[in-house]
């Protein structure tokens, strides 16, 4: 048997009831295996693949705080440390209940590749809970942040480990963090990224993650003889990067027309109002269908089982942008019928594997999240950049690297899938470009 596939049957065997880690890892592993084929005995003789899908420490805690009614509440609490190879951990913290270990050591192990990707000095890592802040006060939320953060404390810093937002994480939650961080450690330091502008966060970095997608969306297509003005785009979700891609794509000449949240989704031929958006998702914290209620143009759709969605909209892009697993070999066949050419990942594996391969197979220009929601990591490690040197850059100097950061990206991972013979398949460019970078530092720092 080759050493991946030994690898990988290794991983199915030591981490059951894992089903996205055991997909995060076949996805991988199937795009290195040409490089690992190459070099297998030394490879091998390392146990490199082990050690590459084995964390380098995992910390799983209980997390106990008291509700509105007086009532003790707990949660469960993960950071899994996945790989610094090349940096210290840098990750976001997901909030929602649909958390487990499997989910986090998913995220963690996408998130070694994609950092590396960013050219950036950062390792990978993951965390969250299964807490849901969905419904809860802001008293409670704030509750919930500083007993995550009272037991958390002990293995995150600056220098260490360096925690940010995900689902369910955004602002709110960053700063009752951070305040509970520098209380207990009586240190003032970028330990969190994603924090307020007036304690240390960077211009840019809300916006970061869906724009990122969209300067390296239209890269893309522009390699491939593209242009993205004027094109009909659909997104998936309505939190932090659908919000931003859907801003970015105005910007560049486009027209979404879609979004989504766990209730429904919208359909709004006119175009999303992207500050009515805000208003109902970021301000309000509603449901889409107060969206439809102000907008005569857009229709609100019930979520339901075994429908389209958003992917049912002609459309000539297609922006996932919610959550893992959310576009499936159906919805692919509907987009390709419908005429999409290029489908841009901003959410962590939200295409399934058959549905990746379909539209490969049907030549839609395929990037996956990795690669085109790099942008919100790398800003993250800009805004480390500026903690540091304790100093904070305009909004146009970081957008402007961000923007560089985006580009360089899209050319190594097209690079990459030339060199191993893999023309336009940038899930194999973006697995083996992410991963030479991490194995060299592996191997060049010994059995650790
Ligand atoms: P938010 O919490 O801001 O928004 C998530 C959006 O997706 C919401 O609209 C939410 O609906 C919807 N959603 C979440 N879970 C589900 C589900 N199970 N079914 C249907 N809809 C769902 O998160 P982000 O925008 O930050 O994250 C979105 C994706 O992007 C995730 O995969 C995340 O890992 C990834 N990502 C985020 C980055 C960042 O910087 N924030 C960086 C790179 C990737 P509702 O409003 O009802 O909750
Ligand atoms: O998936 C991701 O890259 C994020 N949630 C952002 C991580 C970060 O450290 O900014």
């Not at 693949?49 to 106990?64: D, G, K, M, S």
């Not at 008293?139 to 500083?146: D, G, I, L, W």
């Not at 990224?193 to 300067?215: C, F, H, M, P, V």
């Amino acid at each position: 048997m080759s050493y991946v596939d030994e690898v990988y049957d290794l991983v199915v065997e030591k981490n059951p009831s894992q089903p996205e880690f055991h997909q995060a890892v076949k996805e991988v592993l199937e795009s290195l295996r040409v490089v690992i084929e190459a070099n297998e005995e030394k490879y091998r003789k390392d146990a490199l693949l082990e050690r590459l899908v084995t964390p380098e420490r995992q910390i799983l805690f209980r997390v106990p705080w008291v509700d509105d009614k007086g009532q003790v509440q707990v949660n469960n609490g993960f950071r899994v440390q996945f790989n610094s190879a090349i940096g210290p951990y840098k990750g976001g913290l997901r909030l929602h209940p649909s958390v487990n270990l499997g989910i986090i050591k998913f995220l963690g192990f996408e998130q070694i590749f994609k950092n590396s990707l960013t050219g950036l000095p950062i390792g990978g890592g993951k965390g969250g809970s299964d807490f849901d802040p969905k419904g809860k006060s802001d008293r409670e939320v704030m509750a919930f942040c500083q007993s995550f953060i009272t037991e958390l404390h002990k293995y995150i810093g600056a220098d260490t480990d360096v925690p940010a937002g995900d689902i369910g994480t955004g602002a709110r939650e960053i700063g009752f963090m951070y305040g509970q961080y520098k209380r207990l450690t009586g240190l003032y330091e970028g330990v969190l990224t994603g924090k307020g502008l007036s304690y240390g966060g960077s211009l840019a970095r809300t916006e970061a993650t869906g724009y990122g997608l969209l300067y390296l969306t239209e890269e893309m297509l522009k390699c491939n003889g593209r242009d993205i003005k004027n094109k009909i785009v659909a997104v998936s979700g309505a939190g932090n990067v659908a919000i931003y891609a859907i801003q970015k794509a105005q910007q560049l000449g486009a027209k979404p027309v879609t979004c989504s949240d766990s209730t429904g989704w919208i359909y709004d031929p006119a175009g999303i109002d992207v500050a009515l958006l805000k208003e109902v998702k970021e301000v309000k914290r509603a449901r889409l269908s107060e969206y439809a209620a102000a907008r005569p143009s857009a229709e609100y759709h019930e979520k339901k089982n075994g429908e389209h969605g958003v992917w049912s909209i002609k459309c000539d892009i297609a922006l996932p942008c919610a959550t893992q697993n959310e576009l499936d070999l159906e919805d692919a066949k509907m987009l390709v019928a419908n005429g999409c050419f290029a489908v841009a990942e901003g959410a962590n594996m939200p295409t399934t594997m058959d549905a990746t391969e379909y539209f490969q197979k049907n030549n839609v220009l395929f990037c996956p999240g990795k690669a085109s929601n790099a942008g919100g990591v790398a800003t993250s490690a800009l805004e480390m950049s500026q903690n540091s040197e304790r100093l904070s850059w305009t909004f146009k100097e970081v957008d402007s690297k961000l923007k560089d950061i985006m580009v360089n990206i899209f050319h190594s991972i097209d690079d990459a899938s030339k060199q191993y013979g893999m023309l336009r398949n940038y899930v194999a460019g973006a697995n083996i470009a992410g991963f030479l970078k991490v194995a060299e530092a592996m191997n060049a720092q010994g059995i650790v």
